[in-house]
């Protein structure tokens, strides 16, 4: 069981570039989100996707885009990268209930 | 709306001193409750949970957390603290009543840094 992956860890980025990140997860479970890691703010969250074929807004939507590609996969693509967004992201899975979320490595970019 | 209070940014404690990293927590429903562990350069790694079951939950590596409704806190806590405990711990709120709905179903405190000196 890997649990959750996510590729890459590291990625440099110049404004405007775009890139996907990639999220697994092997535990069947039905949710998954990305959330954004910045220092003093914790976790927000980006997009959500409560179910297979599903996905809303969370906090901070804007400049992302996200698929559902199916039950265990769920990508976070970023069309024209801004330094903004120079941040570390997480994807996390969670089963039934709003019980505990799984969370992955992280992928840390940065955007200059 | 739910929100989630972590009430110091930083706390500095010396190995095998207790720990206490306080948690205060607003919600309209029965709240989840969760603390989190993030170690340098990793994910985060779930603690304990508090679900209505008992109020005082026990967790991994000798955390535990009471919850009080009376004063809406959730403070972890460990009796004595090892250098293996320096991280960020992050207090986690989830509002079942809202779970699935416009905002996803965890909110996350700022964070509170665990330095442990020798």
């Known amino acids: 069981n890997a649990g959750v992956t996510q590729t890459p860890k590291f990625q440099v980025l110049k404004t405007g570039q775009s890139m996907t990140l990639q999220c697994a997860q092997d535990?069947?479970?039905?949710?998954m989100y990305w959330y954004r890691q910045d220092p003093g703010m914790g976790l927000r969250l980006i997009y959500y996707s409560a179910s297979e074929g599903t996905t809303d807004k969370g906090e901070v939507p804007n400049g992302y885009n996200v698929s559902r590609l199916n039950k265990r996969e769920f990508s976070l693509r970023l069309e024209s990268a801004a330094p903004s967004q120079t941040s570390v992201y997480f994807c996390a899975s969670t089963g039934r209930g709003p019980y505990e979320q799984y969370f992955g490595p992280g992928t840390r970019l940065t955007v200059t | 709306a739910q929100s989630v209070t972590q009430l110091d940014s930083h706390v500095s404690v010396s190995e095998g001193t207790p720990v206490l990293l306080r948690c205060n927590y607003s919600s309209s429903y029965s709240p989840s409750l969760f603390w989190y562990v993030q170690h340098p350069n990793k994910g985060l790694q779930l603690l304990l949970k508090?679900?209505?079951?008992?109020?005082l939950v026990k967790g991994i590596n000798g955390f535990e957390a009471e919850f009080k409704k009376s004063e809406t806190s959730f403070h972890l806590t460990k009796p004595s603290a090892h250098m293996s405990d320096a991280a960020e711990y992050f207090c986690v709120v989830s509002d079942l009543a809202n779970y699935g709905g416009s905002q996803g179903n965890l909110i996350f405190g700022k964070g509170t840094k665990l330095s442990v000196k020798p």
């Open positions: 508090y679900t209505s079951a008992a109020t």
């Open positions: 535990m069947n479970h039905n949710s």
